[in-house]
Structures are given as C-alpha cells and as structure tokens.
C-alpha cells in the first residue's frame, strides 16, 4: 500500500497527502532555488525527519521504561553545498532531552545510541555529515 499522495500545486508547491491519516503537508522550492520558501523544501523535510525520528524512537524507549520526556525538542539545521549538484551535505541535530528526574549515565548512552542509530539516520547517504548533540536537562 502507498504511504502518500504528492500532487503538484504549480509555481514549485506540492500538496502531499499521508493516506493512512489524511494529514496533508505543503512544500515550496525554496527562495535560493527558484521558489517562495514559504513552507519545508522537500530537502527540509528530509533534514527535519531526522530529528524527528530521533524523538520518536527516544520517545519509544522512554515510554516502555517509564520516563517522562514531554517538551524534549530537537533543532535542526540543514547544511547544502555550495558548489556541484544540489545536496544536503549534512544535517546538525540539537537534541534538548527534558526528563523530570536526571538521567544516569548509563540511561544517557543509550538514548544518545538510540538517536544515532534511528531509522533515518541509518536511511540517509554516508556522505552526509551527521552532527548529534545531545544535552540532558531536568525542570
């Protein structure tokens, strides 16, 4: 089965529908490319399900072992390069990981093996830099 349905708008906008939730996402060129920049260039999105998918599957590990990790977040930014095809050569990854008691080490090293090691991150070309920080915080 299909995971989305992508039409194109016009003037460089798509429309992309998830199938199984209905949720639509709009992407635009972006302005150093010809476009508005008026929502995620599809190479944003690829940057930013990078760090979505570190929360997601942190998120996961948290939720079996009892940990509270609501308002965690993760900064993204997409690196282009500047010369030869346009790519993403790498991708900086901020991860804010907010618990309500502090994490031991040990719990540290695996949710720092976790984000490095998530679906995506494992998706992506070898090529592009992957640059992980992440930083343990409690209210």
Known sequence: ??????????????????????????????KDNHGKGEAFSPTDLAATSLGACMLTVM?????????????????VTKIMNTEGPRRIVGIDVNVTFVTTEPLTEKLQTIFKNIADTCPVAKSLHPEIVQNIVLEFKTP
């Open 1 to 30: 089965m299909a995971t989305s349905n992508i039409i194109y708008l016009n003037e460089l906008r798509t429309n992309a529908t998830h199938i199984a939730s209905g949720n639509q996402i709009v992407t635009d060129a972006p």
């Open 59 to 75: 998120g996961i590990y948290a939720q079996n072992n009892g940990i509270d990790m609501r308002n965690s977040s993760a900064e």
